[in-house]
T-cell receptor, first 113, second 114 residues
Framework: AQSVTQPDIHITVSEGASLELRCNYS??????LFWYVQSPGQGLQLLLK??????LVQGIKGFEAEFKRSQSSFNLRKPSVHWSDAAEYFC???????????FGTGTRLQVFP | DVKVTQSSRYLVKRTGEKVFLECVQD?????MFWYRQDPGLGLRLIYF???????EKGDIPEGYSVSREKKERFSLILESASTNQTSMYLC?????????????FGPGTRLTVT
């Protein structure tokens, strides 16, 4: 069955530190991959997406993600975290030829000054 | 920019009440979705619709129904609200032209059933 795993429920970093949020998926072929961010009390906003081509994708707010087929991973990174990045982050998989997205359970990011 | 709006940000209802959650999108999208979000469970798909008057069950449709009479509006209905339906409800929409499966989300409705 198709699935998405975000192994880290909660991550705490200091402002200015680098960040990597992990995402692994289970699917028989290369799916469409997404990272969304949810600020407190808000809906989800798309950070970036991968369909094909260059495996390193750039998104908004200085985020990037790298697709690694051999590891079935799509980890999100940011070189220097800002306090405003504190939020919940969701990885999602969109299997080809379906209308559904499958979401991970989310990683809550806390940023200390 | 795509805009997805939801009728209420916060809602408090009593057990047994019939509850309507409304969602409107302004981008002429064909596809619309209702999710519920619970801590530790992520987003789970309740229902989706790929056209007016068309609907399909998602992963957790029990206790819910939907209505899509107009392309821009997708309603989620709790026929008889129960306390285990206390949750955050998120609506989303997606067009088919881009073939990107990217979904655009509303701000959510936090429903409390007492």
């Amino acid at each position: 069955a198709q699935s998405v795993t975000q192994p880290d429920i909660h991550i705490t970093v200091s402002e200015g530190a680098s960040l990597e949020l992990r995402c692994n998926y289970s699917y028989g072929a290369t799916p469409y991959l997404f990272w969304y961010v949810q600020s407190p009390g808000q809906g989800l906003q798309l950070l970036l997406k991968y369909f094909s081509g260059d495996t390193l994708v750039q998104g908004i707010k200085g985020f990037e993600a790298e697709f690694k087929r051999s590891q079935s991973s799509f980890n999100l990174r940011k070189p220097s975290v800002h306090w405003s990045d504190a939020a919940e982050y969701f990885c999602a998989v969109g299997p080809v030829n379906t209308d559904k997205l499958i979401f991970g359970t989310g990683t809550r990011l806390q940023v200390f000054p | 920019d795509v805009k997805v709006t939801q009728s209420s940000r916060y809602l408090v209802k009593r057990t047994g009440e019939k509850v309507f959650l409304e969602c409107v999108q302004d981008m002429d999208h064909e596809n619309m979705f209702w999710y519920r979000q619970d801590p530790g469970l992520g987003l789970r798909l309740i229902y989706f619709s790929y056209d007016v008057k068309m609907k399909e069950k998602g992963d957790i449709p029990e206790g819910y129904s939907v209505s899509r009479e107009k392309k821009e509006r997708f309603s989620l209905i709790l026929e008889s609200a129960s306390t285990n339906q206390t949750s955050m409800y998120l609506c989303a929409s997606r067009g088919t032209i881009s073939y990107s499966y990217e979904q655009y989300f509303g701000p959510g409705t936090r429903l409390t059933v007492t």
